[in-house]
DNA sequence: ATGCGAATCTGCACGAATTGCAGACAAATG
DNA sequence: CATTTGTCTGCAATTCGTGCAGATTCGCAT
């Protein structure tokens, strides 16, 4: 197949609600948009970013009530948060087994399947107890390798 | 062996002085006590640890010639940098091929050696020329895992 | 050695990302 | 519909890192 099948994206706007609501979390019509946004989101979006989408269905919701959710989300298990772009963080609606792409001219991030992340031999790993395996493939993606300029 | 074999750190200070001199860069005082902490440092020290490590030897050396010179290091390829912690860049000045566990809880890196990293099956990768895989291995080191149960 | 030009150092200001705080406000519950 | 509690917004504060400028120093060629 050309693309990754179809993947799992953050849990649907519904299932979310009621996981806020049975950790004593209130669900607000801004933490709903903010669902609905990440659901079917394909990307790997910065608070930033996902602010900006956000303001455009609710002109002046805040940048703190983002992260806010954001956070909430993450420490539910709900969200991944990446570490891989310097100075920012990265919320990855997508909560299936996966790891990254990352080209290190634009930092555009993708999705990509490594079959064997969760079975790889590991030399010099004493008194650690290992949970999850990630993986980041750097390189370069086609419009960056094929640019004389590779800007954004 | 316990532990891993000898890794090979940063350059010795003295060719690093030379690759400088050759890309018309000076070597100054505060740059060689900057060699001589990276060579040896088994660590993976942010750029405020190494300010406060070189502050000892040398008072009233800035900040910010330590970050001009880390950046110098990482652009020579003779430091990787890296974004695993979240909001801080940490610079490893073991150049060899690696890859890293974090303790999930307090943050800590180790250096770990994983084989199969560059012969990894990648699915979903069009468009796009890799370079260089890294893997981080996520978990508790065994003090957080005895200490206070995070997880419940 | 000596001098000159270019690179560097330091201190400070600035910018981006993220969190802390407080008062107004709204969601859940009975 | 009233109460309780958590949330929203705006702003200040913090942290990490970089841009800038003037004084200084390195390194090469006299």
Redesign the pocket.
Known sequence: MSRLAKVAFVRQPAELTVAF?AK????????QLLFRLLHGHEGHP???GLFAEASEQMP??????V???L?DLAAMGELQVLHIT????RFDPNVESHHHAKCVSCGQLRDIHVPQAQQLEVVGLHDFHPSHTSVVVNGLCTPCATATDPIQ
């Open positions: 609501r004593g979390l209130k669900v607000t019509p801004q933490r910065t608070a930033e002046g919701i805040s940048l703190r009530t992260y806010q959710t956070n310097p100075g920012t963080s």
